[in-house]
T-cell receptor, first 112, second 113 residues
Framework: EPEVTQTPSHQVTQMGQEVILRCVPI?????FYWYRQILGQKVEFLVS????????KSEIFDDQFSVERPDGSNFTLKIRSTKLEDSAMYFC??????????FGPGTRLTVL | AQSVSQHNHHVILSEAASLELGCNYS??????LFWYVQYPGQHLQLLLK??????LVKGIKGFEAEFIKSKFSFNLRKPSVQWSDTAEYFC???????????FGTGTRLQVFP
């Protein structure tokens, strides 16, 4: 079983539209991560989020991306104006002991 | 920049064959090392991890990996693969005092009965 659930499993959107991807932890955790995997490429780190603040972010995580935990439970990744190159699998992860990260099933984002 | 290399992109084996998947990283400092597996249609699952101590670590489903610091390597092994091991395998590292996992490109393993 995944350690977190993610919704939706597949999102199709038009270029320029905003999308919100959601991550719901199975139990109460403070440390979350977003990664993405463009088809045929590596899994890439986007951002880490600890106690309602961004802890670390990559150069990919530019101004069109944002993360928040709006209701203290769901952890969201927002892409403000999607581009074709944002098409990818987006994975949420939560922290475990000693730097271990546990991943959700992913959301496949397709930008047309 | 720090990176993780997996030299085998696609490996095809028959059941009962032995498996070794290579993983090398480029970073001179302290790292924690991981292997993740992704079965078809499923999420990334932790296979095993190394933080310190015995450089030979054992994971789930009979997998093991050996950390060789002098070679910056963390190769994954299994003495006898099964058809159910068909999956994609990802090596990853976390550098000391950072949050992010740095992944290799993955190795697709196909095991035929």
């Amino acid at each position: 079983e995944p350690e977190v659930t993610q919704t939706p499993s597949h999102q199709v959107t038009q270029m320029g539209q905003e999308v919100i991807l959601r991550c719901v932890p199975i139990s109460n955790h403070l440390y979350f991560y977003w990664y993405r995997q463009i088809l045929g490429q590596k899994v890439e780190f986007l951002v880490s989020f600890y106690n309602n603040e961004i802890s670390e972010k990559s150069e990919i995580f530019d101004d069109q991306f944002s993360v928040e935990r709006p209701d203290g439970s769901n952890f969201t990744l927002k892409i403000r104006s999607t581009k074709l190159e944002d098409s990818a699998m987006y994975f949420c992860a939560r922290s475990g002991t000693s730097d271990t990260q546990y991943f959700g099933p992913g959301t496949r984002l397709t930008v047309l | 920049a720090q990176s993780v290399s997996q030299h085998n992109h696609h490996v095809i084996l028959s059941e009962a064959a032995s498996l070794e998947l290579g993983c090398n990283y480029s970073y001179g400092g302290t790292v924690n090392l991981f292997w993740y597996v992704q079965y078809p249609g499923q999420h990334l699952q932790l296979l095993l991890k190394y933080f310190s101590g015995d450089p030979l670590v054992k994971g789930i489903k009979g997998f093991e990996a050996e950390f060789i610091k002098s070679k910056f390597s963390f190769n994954l092994r299994k003495p006898s693969v099964q058809w159910s091991d068909t999956a994609e395998y990802f090596c990853a590292v976390i550098l000391y005092n950072t949050d992010k996992l740095i992944f290799g490109t993955g190795t697709r393993l196909q095991v035929f009965p």
